[in-house]
């Protein structure tokens, strides 16, 4: 079992930054691999990265590749993605979630424990 709590949202302006912080309780964080999505009303979750266990691999969307980046302390049970260069089209709740089988890294069905969200603002 595994019990996710995202923080660190909030308001900011077009070419901000934010830091996005998830806390995870639970024996098996520092052995699966983590991703965050973001969702906007009436759409579908979208993949936005993920790292697997030990740090080593990420993936990015195209979205945000080369503005954000995922990284992770296992010793703090601790994911996080800073997020800079912010857009009005990155508004969105943010989710953390730990990976739980399937084949493929940016579909949400391969993660099986999710955070509540955290919301994101970008004003223009």
């Known amino acids: 079992q595994v019990q996710l709590v995202e923080s660190g949202g909030g308001l900011v302006q077009a070419g901000g930054s934010l830091r996005l912080s998830c806390a995870a309780s639970?024996?098996?964080?520092?052995?699966?691999?983590m991703g965050w999505f973001r969702q906007t009303p009436g759409k579908e979750r979208e993949f936005v990265a993920t790292?697997?266990?030990?740090?080593?691999?990420?993936y990015y969307a195209n979205s945000v590749k080369g503005r954000f980046t995922i990284s992770r302390d296992n010793a703090k049970n601790t994911v996080y993605l800073q997020m800079n260069s912010l857009k009005p089209e990155d508004t969105a709740t943010y989710y953390c979630?730990?990976?739980?089988?399937?084949?493929?890294?940016?579909?949400?069905?391969?993660?099986?424990?999710w955070g509540q969200g955290t919301q994101v603002t970008v004003s223009s």
């Open positions: 979630a730990a990976r739980t089988g399937g084949n493929n890294y940016d579909n949400h069905a391969s993660y099986g424990y």
């Open positions: 790292i697997n266990w030990s740090g080593s691999t990420t």
């Open positions: 639970g024996r098996t964080f520092s052995s699966r691999a």
